[in-house]
Each structure stands twice: as structure tokens, then as C-alpha cells.
């Protein structure tokens, strides 16, 4: 294993350098902004970073549309159905601009990039497009909207992380924040847009990513939640020292900032997630003991089609040493996809084996959606008939529900270590917290606080959630 790096005298003046403010009591002389977002984490991260650059320049929030003078929508592109919920939502936009001609309606994000502008020619409501790694150019945008013209910047960036811009965290329980880590993908695996829509993988400074996670915690935070489509790829070159940090090592680095600061992290692609990651986990207890590993299938030939560039042998590897370096409980998550081009029932029935091989903790699956413009579009058919699909799809959440009760049932009886995110969304007098394996725990309210640890005793479970009794440590 790589020894840690410590940080250089200039790396820690760095961390106590100035950063863009977002003071909430700014002024908001040019208007309300309402932002929604759709699609991953990464969007949502995003829109913390797109209100923090508009506060600056000294526009105010709402959460009520009604309000707004800018309304964006920050989208997702990864399936058809991600797509059509934005169409349907401008349709209710028609209203709100019928009411008030002047609302300016922006779409950012993945669909803003995919579309370019033929989501301004299809979609006349629309008066801004501007792609994931265009925000900094926003106020200069809705300028140009002032103005009277429609405005639109899809450029895509090798450089761009905002690794300066603290973002003002619209998605936050004031527990845990998304941090950022890396932007865009280099993988193309045949069936996905994002390489499209977000561009060349680049790695954030480990500088300010340090200094956001250290903020955050010394404003409250106990969990930050490092984010990229890839993060076991992260690598950022120190110009300093010419020396090269990985993911084990930021990961060691945050873990560092404070033993009270849980970190967790995703995705992980099974071609990259390395032993060092692995063995970086179980030395620090504050690291999250979850690994969200998408398999897509189980069958090698769709594998190979997908360009996953692994087989199933070698997830089963990677899942194996999961198991070795940090044990049963280790959470794992997955993704699949049902009925990819000429995906036929035996090697259907490969990723239901897959499934029972490794009983994940969690899973999210879907139908595969063709995207224009893709490998996958380009070279296969997409052949597998809907109704095959759906089917194949139910036959894999039947299995996974199955594989997520039994794997909640496990811990009935035990003693888990919970982090206090909030009251229980079904009653008040019940908290709600996450297990070190990411599982919800629901309990009745002791004297503790949300944002403290408690000891839980898990007494019983549903397929979601573990219900538990508060215990002295
Ligand atoms: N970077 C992550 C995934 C990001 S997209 C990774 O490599 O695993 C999230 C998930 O959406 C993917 O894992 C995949 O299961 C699903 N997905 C992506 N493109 C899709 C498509 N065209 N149709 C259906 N599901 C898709
Ligand atoms: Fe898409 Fe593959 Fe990149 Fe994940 S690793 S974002 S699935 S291309
Ligand atoms: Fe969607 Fe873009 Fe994320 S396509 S899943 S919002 S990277």
C-alpha cells in the first residue's frame, strides 16, 4: 500500500484561502432564481454550484415558483423517460410564462448539453441551454436574455471541477453534503450518454476538496458523500510536489480531516476499484463500509457488448475481495440494466444468477433506453420488445427485494452505529438514521440530536428499512 502523502505548507495556506462566499442574506437585485433537478447526484451537486455562482452576482433563491423571475430546470439524459419528464414539465411552465412574459426558463445539464439548440428550436418556451460545464457563464447568459435574444453555451471543458465555488447546499439535511470529485467520463460504455453530455474525466484539486470537506464539518456536516461517475479513476497531479494522488489516497486524506466525518462515495466501476481502496476502507473506521458497484449483467457476450471492459469473472473478483478485506456486513449496491440489444432469456437468466451470487444489499435496475448518437444506437439493434423487457425487469426486483430483505433480516439483533439525519418521514416521534451500510434504522426519539451518533438495536426490518430501540453505547 502507498504511504500517505502529507499535505505541503502551501496546500494547507491553500485551505485558508478566501473562497467565493454564499451568504444567503446577499441582495437579489436581479431577480429569484428556482431551480429543480433531475437525474444523479452529480446534478444535484451541480445545482448547488449554479446558485452559489448566481448568488454571487447577486441574484436571491425561492423555492416557490411562483416567485421566480428565472426558473431552471437542471436534467437528465441517461434514459428516454428522463427526457420526456422535462418535455412534460415545460408544458406546465406555459402557464406560469402566459401569467408573467418576462420569466426567463433555462435548461441545464445533461438534456441542455445532448440537445444543444434544438431544445430552444423544439421547445419555444425555452430561452436559455447551457451544458454542465458552462454555470460560470451564466449570469453572462441571462445578460444576454435582458437583452432580448435566447441564450445558449454547450462547450465542454477538459479543466472545468469549480473546485473554487462553494456551493450552497439545496439538497442538504445540514447532516451530510455532496462533495464533488470529479466531472465527465471517459469509459463509453456503448449504452451510455454521459460521456456526451458531461465530456473528458477530469479530477478536482485535492486541495479544495479538503478544504470543502474540513468547512463543511466545522459548519456541522457529519457526512460528505464523494462524488464522480467514476471515482476509483480519480488521479490530480500536485504541481507541487509532481506526485500523483489516487482515490485510496483522498479518500485516506478526508477520512483524516475528522474521526466524527463519515465519508461515503460513488460510483465505483468494477474494472478500476482496486485492493488499496479496499484496504484504505477498513483502516479507517469513519469510511463508510458501502460500495455501490454497478454490474449492468451478468453475462459476458452483453458485457463485451456493453464495453464494460470486464467480465463476470472478474466482478465476482472484485466482489470477493470486498468480502475478504471488509467483510459480510460491507453493503453493496448495484445497477442493472434489462434487455439490452439482443440480450436473450439465457443470459437474462445470467444476471438473476448473478444476483443470487452476490445477494446485494440494494440495486437499482432499469430497462435499457436507447440514446442517439451512443455506440450501442450506432451498432445494435434495439431489439428486445418492450414487454420482454418490463418482464425481465420485474423478475430482477422481485429477486433484489428478495436479496434486500435477507440481507436487513441479518442484522436483526444487532448493535449499529447510527448517524441522526432527521425526524422519520411517518412519525415525529421517531428519528431516522443511516447504518454504516447505508441502511435507513427508524427508532423511537431519546435526548439526542440530529447530527449525533446513537447506538441502535435493530428489533426488526422490512425490505427498506431496519426498525430499532436507542441503546447505551
Ligand atoms: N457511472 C456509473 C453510472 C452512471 S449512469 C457507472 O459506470 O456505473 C447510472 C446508471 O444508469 C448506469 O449504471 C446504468 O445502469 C443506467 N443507464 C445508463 N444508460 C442507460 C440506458 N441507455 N438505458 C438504461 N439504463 C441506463
Ligand atoms: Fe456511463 Fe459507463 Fe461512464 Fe458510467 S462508466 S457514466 S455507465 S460511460
Ligand atoms: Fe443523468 Fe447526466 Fe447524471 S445524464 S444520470 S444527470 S450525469
Same mark, same amino acid.
Given at each position: ?93 406555459? *402557464? ?5 412574459? /418576462? ?73 451530510? *453534503? ?257 447504518? /454504516? ?37
Amino acid at each position: 500500500m502507498q504511504a500517505l502523502k502529507v499535505l505541503s505548507t502551501e496546500e494547507k495556506e491553500a485551505l485558508d484561502s478566501p473562497r467565493i462566499s454564499t451568504d444567503f442574506t446577499q441582495s437579489d437585485y436581479l431577480g429569484k432564481v428556482y431551480i429543480e433537478s433531475y437525474g444523479c447526484q452529480m446534478n444535484f451537486a451541480d445545482s448547488e454550484v449554479v446558485t452559489s455562482i448566481l448568488i454571487n452576482k447577486g441574484y436571491g433563491t425561492t423555492s416557490n415558483i411562483s416567485e421566480a423571475d428565472t426558473i431552471l430546470l437542471n436534467t437528465c439524459a441517461i434514459r428516454d423517460n428522463a427526457e420526456n419528464k422535462i418535455r412534460h414539465r415545460l408544458q406546465a411552465f406555459k *402557464a406560469i410564462k402566459a401569467k408573467k412574459p /418576462d420569466v426567463t426558463i433555462g435548461i441545464l445539464g445533461c438534456m441542455a448539453e445532448r440537445l444543444k439548440t434544438k431544445l430552444i428550436e423544439e421547445e419555444k418556451l425555452v430561452d436559455l441551454v447551457a451544458g454542465p460545464d458552462s454555470y460560470r457563464d451564466l449570469p453572462n447568459l441571462l445578460d444576454q436574455i435582458e437583452n432580448g435574444q435566447k441564450a445558449i453555451n454547450v462547450f465542454l471543458s477538459k479543466e472545468e471541477t469549480y473546485g473554487d465555488i462553494e456551493p450552497v447546499r439545496l439538497h442538504s439535511n445540514g447532516v451530510g *453534503a455532496f462533495v464533488s470529485i470529479m466531472r465527465g467520463c471517459d469509459n463509453m460504455c456503448s449504452f451510455c450518454v454521459v460521456p456526451f453530455t458531461r465530456g473528458r474525466e477530469r479530477s478536482r484539486d485535492l486541495v479544495s476538496i479538503i478544504h470543502e470537506c474540513t468547512t463543511l464539518f466545522n459548519q456541522g456536516y457529519r457526512e460528505v458523500n464523494l462524488l464522480g461517475q467514476n471515482v476509483d479513476s480519480y488521479h490530480w497531479n500536485n504541481p507541487d510536489s509532481n506526485e500523483t494522488v489516487n482515490f485510496a489516497q483522498l479518500l485516506a486524506h478526508t477520512a483524516q480531516i475528522h474521526p466524527d466525518l463519515r465519508i461515503r462515495f460513488s460510483t465505483s466501476h468494477p474494472k478500476d476499484i482496486t485492493d488499496e481502496v479496499l484496504h484504505t476502507m477498513a483502516r479507517f473506521e469513519n469510511i463508510c463500509k458501502n460500495i455501490h458497484l454497478p454490474a449492468q449483467s451478468g453475462n459476458n457476450r452483453i458485457l463485451e457488448l456493453m464495453n464494460r471492459t470486464y467480465t463476470r469473472e472478474w466482478y465476482l473478483d472484485r466482489i470477493k475481495s470486498i468480502r475478504a478485506i471488509l467483510g459480510e456486513d460491507c453493503g453493496i449496491s448495484h445497477d442493472v440494466i434489462a434487455g439490452f440489444c439482443s440480450e436473450t432469456e439465457e443470459e437474462h437468466q445470467d444476471t438473476l444468477a448473478l444476483l443470487t451470487e452476490v445477494q446485494y444489499d440494494f440495486g437499482y435496475m432499469f430497462t435499457y433506453s436507447e440514446r442517439p448518437g451512443t455506440p450501442a444506437a450506432k451498432k445494435y439493434p434495439d431489439d428486445v420488445p418492450d414487454d420482454v423487457k418490463s418482464r425481465r425487469l420485474s423478475e430482477i426486483i422481485d429477486l433484489q427485494r428478495k436479496h434486500s430483505g435477507i440481507r436487513n433480516e441479518r442484522l436483526i439483533g444487532r448493535i449499529e452505529k447510527i448517524l441522526v439525519e432527521g425526524n422519520s418521514k411517518k412519525s415525529d416521534k421517531h428519528h431516522y438514521g443511516k447504518t /454504516d451500510s447505508n441502511k435507513v434504522v427508524v427508532f423511537p426519539k431519546g435526548t439526542e440530536q440530529i447530527g449525533e451518533y446513537v447506538y441502535v438495536k435493530v428489533l426488526s426490518c422490512t425490505t427498506g428499512t431496519l426498525i430499532g430501540e436507542l441503546v447505551n453505547s
